[in-house]
């Protein structure tokens, strides 16, 4: 990181973009300081890895319809010997920097979920910031080599400008917010929350992918077990929640947004992210997801068929939930949004709340 700051310091003359570049170059120490536990710790837990090293837009291309990596770096093993969530952060600046945030933001949900690597959100803007760094510094390089007064050079220096604005972007404090789902199955929480995500930049975390997590399964893993027994005996139910309540402890002390997908169906869960929130100092709320029966029966009919989400829920499942749910008390009402989520119009509506809520962005 200093060797690239270095390279660009040499290169840059106005007055602007030397402070520009200074006060990057002060973030990243301070942020290295900071954030020495937490890299060595990575480096012990093992995400310190053999990896691609480039992984910018430029390195991927689509080969018989599979998304393929190429030109992998393989003459200095210091720079594809590298944290994982560095190489993510590389692919992601270059999404948002081509006006693609939502395809980014795609892209960290789907590592997440399917790695689990929640505490790499911790060093994530840091190595944004470097993959952004690096990009500017190649783009001065391209400047130093271009002739006077070429649409190289003009095209370099405008391609410097973009890269530095967008890492320093990257430093800017996050305001977080944590948000729940409540639901029964098959009334729409992960669709919703998925949309939110790739629009706002959030992360979500789902109850079904962790509670097949801790007991060692993949996503689409069945784990054969009947109504309360196998992973959703009631003491497997209470340790997924907990589970969850750490990841979105993580998140949000990361300074990113949460949606915490689970169906949320008892208060006293529903009252331990509420309190998670109120000691984080972040905006809380629930979404309160509805459909009619007879539609979550056809989706949970429609999703046990195509056998492709992690998702179990039966429509025996389904009456067991009609049973024993806790509707959301008067408290909780005044913190929910409800969602018809058979409705697409309700999206735009909720997209609404959610700002005046100040719990996503105005943009």
Not at 16 to 28: G, Y
Not at 44 to 73: K, P, Q, S, W, Y
Not at 218 to 231: E, K, N, W
Not at 260 to 281: I, K, N, S
Request: charged content about 25%; some cysteine.
């Amino acid at each position: 990181m200093v060797e690239n700051f270095e390279h660009i310091r040499s290169a840059i003359s106005t007055a602007e973009d030397q402070q520009q570049l200074a006060r990057l170059r002060q973030w990243v120490e301070q942020e290295r300081s900071r954030l020495e536990p937490l890299l060595c710790s990575r480096k012990g837990d093992g995400f310190i890895r053999e990896c691609h090293g480039d992984l910018h837009l430029g390195n991927l291309t689509l080969i018989d319809g599979a998304v393929t990596l190429f030109d992998c770096i393989e003459f200095n093993p210091e720079l594809r010997w590298i944290d994982v969530i560095s190489e993510v952060a590389f692919l992601i600046m270059d999404l948002q920097e081509r006006g693609y945030a939502q395809f980014a933001n795609r892209f960290l949900n789907g590592y997440l979920q399917h790695s689990g690597d929640y505490a790499g959100i911790g060093v994530l803007p840091y190595y944004l910031v470097y993959r952004a760094a690096v990009r500017a510094k190649v783009a001065v390089l391209r400047a130093q080599q271009a002739a006077p007064a070429s649409p190289v050079l003009r095209h370099a220096r405008r391609e410097y400008h973009e890269y530095a604005r967008l890492a320093e972007r990257y430093t800017e404090p996050r305001q977080a917010a944590l948000l729940i789902t409540s639901g029964l199955s098959g009334s729409g929480k992960s669709t919703l929350a998925r949309q939110l995500c790739e629009q706002h930049g959030m992360i979500q975390l789902r109850s079904d992918l962790e509670r097949k997590r801790l007991a060692g399964l993949t996503a689409l893993d069945s784990s054969r077990s009947a109504l309360g027994s196998g992973i959703y005996t009631p003491d497997q139910t209470q340790h997924t929640y907990g589970r969850l309540a750490e990841l979105a402890a993580a998140v949000v002390g990361a300074g990113y947004s949460a949606i915490v997908d689970a169906t949320f169906l008892q208060r006293r869960q529903r009252a331990m992210f509420r309190e998670l929130a109120e000691d984080r100092g972040v905006p809380f709320a629930i979404l309160d997801c509805q459909a009619p029966e007879a539609e979550l029966r056809r989706r949970i009919r429609l999703r046990r068929a195509a056998g492709a989400d992690a998702s179990e829920a039966t429509l025996q499942v389904l009456d067991s939930q009609l049973a024993g749910r806790e509707k959301l008390d008067r408290d909780e009402t005044a913190l929910a949004i409800r969602v018809d989520t058979t409705a697409p119009q309700d999206f735009a509506v909720l997209q609404g709340e959610l700002r005046q809520r100040a719990l996503i962005g105005s943009g």
